[in-house]
């Protein structure tokens, strides 16, 4: 049964910075292609950023340069570092998880977490 739970949202102001996390049961998340996602009501849902398996990391234009994605191995945890954020950064952020193909990793992922909110003003 995996299980991820998001945690670390909040509401913050323009230029300021939040780490959101994302602690992993039933799927171990250094095998696995990981991801971080955010849709705000009425809009697609749109991805943030994904590190594969090796280790290979690749992030939305919007985010570039202010986002880092990354984790902990040791204790099965996926962080999202957003600095520099902005009000169009609110949204609902949500943490994915999946196998990894012989291709890499999959466009639509598998297993998702409940979300956390952020808010910037």
């Known amino acids: 049964h995996v299980q991820l739970v998001e945690s670390g949202g909040g509401s913050v102001q323009a230029g300021e910075s939040l780490t959101l996390s994302c602690a992993a049961s039933?799927?171990?998340?250094?095998?696995?292609?990981m991801a971080w996602f955010r849709q705000t009501d009425g809009k697609e849902r749109e991805g943030v950023a994904h590190?594969?398996?090796?280790?290979?990391?690749t992030y939305g234009d919007s985010v570039k340069g202010r986002f880092t994605i990354s984790r902990d191995n040791a204790k099965n945890i996926l962080s999202l570092q957003m600095n520099s954020l902005k009000p169009e950064d609110t949204a609902m952020y949500y943490c994915?998880?999946?196998?990894?193909?012989?291709?890499?990793?999959?466009?639509?992922?598998?297993?998702w977490g409940q979300g956390t909110q952020v808010t910037v003003s």
């Open positions: 994915a998880a999946d196998a990894k193909r012989w291709y890499g990793c999959p466009d639509e992922y598998k297993y």
């Open positions: 039933g799927v171990t998340v250094p095998h696995s292609c």
């Open positions: 590190i594969d398996s090796d280790g290979s990391t």
